[in-house]
């Protein structure tokens, strides 16, 4: 299927952050930490609280509707990312989810066991691993390249032995920004014997993956990085999910998509997620027009999402990289890496992004919750970075707007 060129004013209208005229003349470039919401979950959202706000499931028509949509937006989302239903399970957030799943492994593992984590990653799916050496447990750091960021698979095979039982690792930073190639990951730890840990929050805002074809025993990221709700959704293998221990109330044990989920679920948050999946069909049907199956759709529009973002990446690589001011921190190439820039600074990088913002800049500057890859590049996390981050939504007018910006506050 041939790739069209994504329909930029179609796409923006879809959101009503960009008629909003409070934001008017604000370029946003704070993606990373939350995207703009489609007005598909905002309706979904809006009808749930004006007329399904009910206990769901009952056998009257507010709360038997208020269950359905639930149950279509994990259907539709799993469905879109090559999995089964029951695959996946939603939370509070991604972090809260991490630290439920290294509780579960917590009661499998045993002393002489071995986790590998990286240097690269966010502290939700780091920490929580860490802290099972109280446990006995080995933590064993695959650590990247401090002059690149790059995770080298070679330091990953001198890591992997029998006494690994999980491997955890980002599809991609949110500070370096490179794509990891997860399949590869994965398969290299699955052949020898372990589970892995995919946290996907600074990947999947750039077009959901197809999970079932990345191997990946957990994959988790966050809706309101992808245009939904303030939700974590997590993925897990069967063979996972069979080999950990329930976590939620005993009568929920026999539920796979429960079993990690202790907390109550948000039922009006949930059923709004069905939105992102509506956005995901809109966008297919107006470039694309054909009927096609639901990991098919998602493919498309992952791949038209990559092709807009690339072309707007490039520049602002090829001008930060160019600048002995700053250190553009994980590759120059925009092919493989999100839109997410981190660059180091000399001045403050807080202050920086407060100048940026009289120029119609949205960015922020700061450690972003990733502490380690930011030492583990030879930087100091107490002053942090300037970090910039976009999507598919955002325009080349809005690029230019930022180039023009840092090229006057830089």
């Given at each position: ?309 690339i072309e707007n990446l490039q520049p602002v690589l090829d001008m930060l ?90």
């Amino acid at each position: 299927m041939s790739t069209p060129k994504l329909d930029l004013e179609f796409t923006r209208a879809q959101f009503p952050a960009f008629a909003e005229n409070s934001l008017k003349g604000q370029a946003f470039f704070e993606n990373a930490g939350g995207s703009y919401t489609s007005r598909h979950v905002i309706d979904r959202l809006l009808r749930f609280y004006k007329e399904r706000k009910v206990q769901p499931y009952a056998p009257y028509q507010a709360s038997t509707l208020g269950g359905a949509e639930m149950d279509a937006a994990r259907d539709r989302l799993a469905a879109l990312m090559g999995v089964q239903s029951d695959q996946l399970s939603f939370g509070p957030s991604t972090s809260q989810n991490t630290y439920v799943l290294a509780q579960a492994f917590r009661e499998i593992l045993s002393a002489g066991d071995a986790i590998i984590v990286t240097n690269q990653d966010h502290e939700a799916n780091s920490g929580v691993w860490r802290r099972l050496d109280s446990a006995g447990i080995e933590i064993r750091e695959w650590k990247m390249d401090p002059a690149t960021g790059h995770l080298p698979l070679e330091a990953l095979d001198h890591w992997l032995d029998g006494k690994v039982k999980l491997v955890c690792f980002p599809h991609c930073s949110n500070i370096v920004g490179e794509i990891n190639d997860v399949a590869a990951i994965t398969k290299r730890a699955r052949d020898a014997g372990a589970f892995t840990c995919v946290d996907g929050v600074s990947y999947a805002p750039h077009g959901f993956p197809n999970i079932g074809d990345l191997g990946a025993d957990a994959y988790l990221f966050s809706s309101y990085k992808t245009y939904g709700p303030h939700q974590g959704i997590m993925v897990l293998s069967d063979r996972l999910n069979a080999a950990l221990p329930n976590q939620a109330h005993f009568f929920n044990s026999e539920s796979s998509y429960k079993r990690f989920t202790p907390a109550g679920p948000d039922h009006a948050q949930i059923a709004a997620c069905a939105g992102m999946a509506d956005y995901i069909d809109a966008l297919y049907a107006h470039h694309f027009g054909d009927d096609a199956d639901a990991p098919e759709r998602n493919t498309a529009i992952h791949d038209l999402m990559r092709a807009a973002e690339i072309e707007n990446l490039q520049p602002v690589l090829d001008m930060l990289s160019a600048k002995n001011s700053v250190r553009l921190l994980g590759p120059i190439e925009a092919a493989v890496k999100a839109p997410t820039v981190a660059v180091v600074t000399k001045e403050d990088p807080e202050s920086l992004a407060a100048e940026l913002s009289n120029h119609g800049i949205m960015c922020g500057g700061g450690d972003f919750y990733a502490v380690r890859c930011i030492e583990g590049q030879g930087e100091e996390s107490k002053k942090g970075v300037l970090r910039l981050s976009f999507v598919h939504y955002t325009s080349k007018e809005e690029i230019d707007q930022l180039l023009s910006a840092l090229d006057q506050v830089l």
